[in-house]
């Protein structure tokens, strides 16, 4: 095979990595900040990209006003999401926590299914149609955009953790409220501005994927493997997620590639199975004791 | 007659009262009619084997729906494929189902809360994609036929025959439930799922007890995708999704997580709730997430929870303290 072809697989695989390492982030910030896991983090993509599409067919916004538009209303979605919704789970017992919020994500799903049908739509992107040519290979602009997006998301959610004063009460909150509230951190506003950030990186990433894969109520799927990216990260660190999740894509797409589509449908179960048996804490993430 | 009413208690009599209708006014009402009851007990059993597993031993899953697709597979594999005999068809299945319900046992074992819901959604995804992908044994995307067996050189193609059939089943399922759930195993399952650490110190084996209870609620679960195809008639892998298994969660929730009676009236409601709200068939998974997050809030023990409460209305006062007391033990 050309040298070209490999590169084009590289690029898919780590676009694609790129949209699970966005789904896992979101999952692993909120979980962190709040105690609940989402899992209806998926059918977020899904609102965050119809909201695009909307915002598309409605106004004649140029891309980039969408992008941004998207991102901070699904801001907004994020801080009621996590009023009606999460704030109430807080204390409930997991079991709970799953059903609850799985039942929301199917209630978006269908609701999303009933206003536009089973279309598969897109939203027009300056990248889409561009290719970037280096010597003999060329790779669409559009997996780059990803790609980039995705790392951005990262080093600047690590500086805002490291550095910014919101950032380290969201940390200090992590670890525990109380002392958190003590300290004077405001938790329930920091709880609201996890979310608001957790459904703002959904919906960047259905933005991010629709010119590739199409907006459809589907899309949600996406949600197991950005499971699998973030438990191979050690449900614990930024790049661990990323880093993982830019695996699980060029695995799964050289796979697709050249052992057929079992095999790339299969690749992240196995790995999510293998990697809780022997490293339970991820390929990255340190043991954690357990209080009885 | 009332002395007789105090000794089986309400649920008793309800129960009996559900099982005559079920039986008796059945032959009166149209062939839609057997066909939903058909369905609706098949869920019941489905709804029960996930009970044992999420309600008893405490165990998230989200597979439920992917061992109904195994014994339903594995049944229409060796009934329509092999030519064996379909009353050894349907157990095959609902056996195969059962080994897959110990081989995810083992990786299960080690994962608790979170994480074991991720790995059931795995599991049901692998499923999926394996059923897709394997075409000539599950005819793929495409679905397969699944044609009514005979007994004793009758074909059950009637509706209400298979439908008779398919209630003796459910009987045998809901009986062996019962007591296995009254017997020492139910019992050691409940104590893992009230705290796993003192049931360790207990004695009980718990690692052998999780992987019993996964064989366990796949078995019941397996069985009911084995008659499901039969009673359906085709299936494809997309009646065993995650809605699917959403839904058997939402039947355990509404009916009463823990308790097999409450199993059995929450997926028998709504399996004939979407038949009433025709209009409404659209919006399905919109109700049903809407009755889910509605019955956790209002009745976190489902309706069992909610009988001791209502019979202490109708029975008399001294009995009804005591069935109050003896049903708020069993169902835990």
Known sequence: MPIGVYAQLLAGGLSTGSIYALVGLGLMLA?????????????????????????????????????????????????????????????????????????????????????????????PSPFADVSVRLGDISINAQ???????????????????????????????????TAARLMGIRVN????ATFALSTAIAALAGILIAPIHGIEPEMGNVLIKGFVAAVLGGFNSLVGCVIAAFMLGVIETFGGAFFGGLFKDVTAFALLILVLLVRPNGLFGSAEARRV | MSKLLRTVGPVGVMSIAALVISIAIQPW????????????????????????????????????????????????????????????????????????????????LRLRGFYLAVVTLGFLELTQVLVEQLPDITGGVRGIASPRPYLFHYKLSNDLAFYYVVLAITLVVIFTAVSLLRSPTGRAFNAIRNNEAVAQTLGIPVARM???????????????????????????????????????????????????????????????????????????????????????????????GLLPKITAHFWSRSKSADAAGVAAKVVP
């Open chain 2, 210 to 304: 999780k992987i019993q209870a996964f064989v366990l609620s796949a078995l019941y679960a397996g069985l009911a995708g084995g008659l499901y195809s039969t009673a359906v008639g085709f299936i494809d892998p997309l009646e065993f999704g995650l809605g699917t298994s959403v839904r058997h969660v939402i039947y355990i929730v509404v009916g009463g997580v823990g308790s097999v009676g409450g199993s059995v009236v929450g997926a028998v409601l709504l399996t004939f709730l979407p038949e009433l709200l025709r209009s409404f068939k659209e919006y399905n998974d919109f109700v049903f997430g809407g009755i889910l997050l509605v019955s956790l809030i209002a009745m976190p023990r489902g309706l069992a």
């Open chain 1, 189 to 192: 506003r920091v709880f609201s």
């Open chain 1, 31 to 123: 979980y962190k900040g709040t105690g609940v896991l989402n899992f209806a983090q998926g059918e977020l993509v899904t609102l965050g990209a119809y909201t695009a599409l909307f915002l598309s067919l409605t106004t004649s916004l140029p891309y980039w006003a969408i992008f941004i538009l998207t991102v901070l209303l699904a801001g907004v979605i994020g801080v009621v999401f996590e009023r009606l919704l999460v704030r109430p789970l807080m204390l409930a017992p997991e079991f709970t926590v799953v059903v609850a919020t799985l039942a929301v994500g199917l209630m978006i799903k269908d609701a999303l299914r009933i206003a536009w049908q089973e279309t598969v739509s897109s939203i």
């Open chain 2, 29 to 108: 009402l149209g062939s839609y009619f057997h066909y939903i009851g058909m369905l609706a007990l098949i869920n019941a059993i489905a709804a029960i084997g996930l009970n044992i597993l999420t309600g008893s031993a405490g165990q998230i899953s989200l597979c439920n729906s992917s061992f109904m697709a195994i014994g339903a597979y594995a049944t229409t594999y060796f009934y329509t494929q092999m030519g064996l005999v379909y009353w050894l068809s349907l157990p095959l299945g609902a056996l195969i189902a059962a080994v897959c319900g110990f081989l995810l046992g083992f990786p299960a």
């Open chain 1, 143 to 177: 997996y780059l955009w990803v790609t980039f997006c995705a790392l951005a998301i990262m080093g600047i959610l690590a500086l805002f953790f490291r550095n910014n004063l919101a950032g380290k009460a969201m940390r200090a909150v992590a670890q525990n409220q």
